[in-house]
């Protein structure tokens, strides 16, 4: 079926994604600066022109940094031995990763440094957002977050099994945000009721362990109402 076909090419490039997080440490800490630096913005209060260009910058070091790992597969592929074109082909595609993550800091320094200016002047204060952009924002560090963590316990398929669930997550994410927006119990009622259906049915199809859910449904609510505490 197309939509079985969809979710197995998406399985397998989010399988990808784990894979290069758990075998490059350079990535694993450009994840890490992302979800610093997209919290930073929130804080500071970045306009919305300003917080684009800081998350495109963003999300081509991360491009980057796959592609060299891609890259550097390919030519022990082609060249098991060592030689200077395999050497030189590694070397270019590091470059590239170099010249994106300053490229990127250029940005981020010059886009950021009169919000770190206006702090310094009035004082550090943590501005507020929309319920919409805390929802968004939310989602954004949970997936960064499940990432990171199955890639550390390197166990299971993104969207089938390893630790934590990311459907949970997003489920008990969604529950939160909602919960928040709508400000009505019912809805919140039965939001939180579709979430602990979607657990469930993660272990009732053997996709997850009981432990893998719960962390899942911890991690998703917790992050949320966080950010929700300190941005609205």
């Keep these: 079926m197309p939509l079985r076909k969809w979710i197995d090419s998406a399985n397998n490039a989010i399988e990808g994604i784990l894979h290069a997080a758990k075998t490059q440490r350079h990535l694993r800490c450009h994840l890490y600066a992302a979800a610093v630096i997209l919290i930073l913005s929130y804080v500071l209060g970045v306009e919305k022109t300003d917080f684009l260009i800081i998350s495109i910058a963003v999300i081509l070091v991360l491009l980057a940094e796959m592609f060299n790992?891609?890259?550097?597969?390919?030519?022990?592929?082609?060249?098991?031995?060592?030689?200077?074109?395999?050497?030189?082909?590694?070397?270019?595609?590091?470059?590239?990763?170099?010249?994106?993550?300053?490229?990127?800091?250029?940005?981020?320094?010059?886009?950021?440094?009169?919000?770190?200016?206006?702090?310094?002047?009035?004082?550090?204060?943590?501005?507020?957002?929309?319920?919409?952009?805390?929802?968004?924002?939310a989602t954004v560090i949970i997936l960064i977050l499940v990432v990171v963590l199955k890639s550390y316990f390197g166990k299971g398929h993104p969207l089938?099994?390893?630790?934590?669930?990311?459907?949970?997550?997003?489920?008990?994410?969604?529950?939160?945000?909602v919960t928040y927006i709508t400000e009505s119990f019912v809805v919140s009622l039965l939001s939180i009721t579709l979430a602990v259906l979607i657990a469930r049915s993660r272990v009732t199809a053997k996709a997850h362990a009981p432990l893998e859910v719960v962390v899942g449904a911890v991690l998703g609510a917790g992050i949320t109402f966080f950010l929700f505490l300190i941005f609205n």
Aim: hydrophobic share 50%.
């Design 160 to 177: 089938r099994g390893g630790m934590p669930s990311g459907h949970t997550a997003i489920a008990f994410s969604v529950w939160i945000a």
């Design 69 to 137: 790992t891609a890259v550097e597969y390919v030519v022990d592929i082609l060249s098991p031995g060592q030689t200077e074109k395999a050497r030189i082909a590694k070397d270019v595609a590091a470059g590239a990763v170099l010249i994106t993550a300053f490229g990127a800091a250029v940005l981020g320094y010059i886009v950021l440094s009169p919000y770190f200016s206006a702090a310094f002047q009035k004082g550090i204060y943590i501005a507020k957002h929309e319920k919409e952009e805390i929802a968004l924002i």
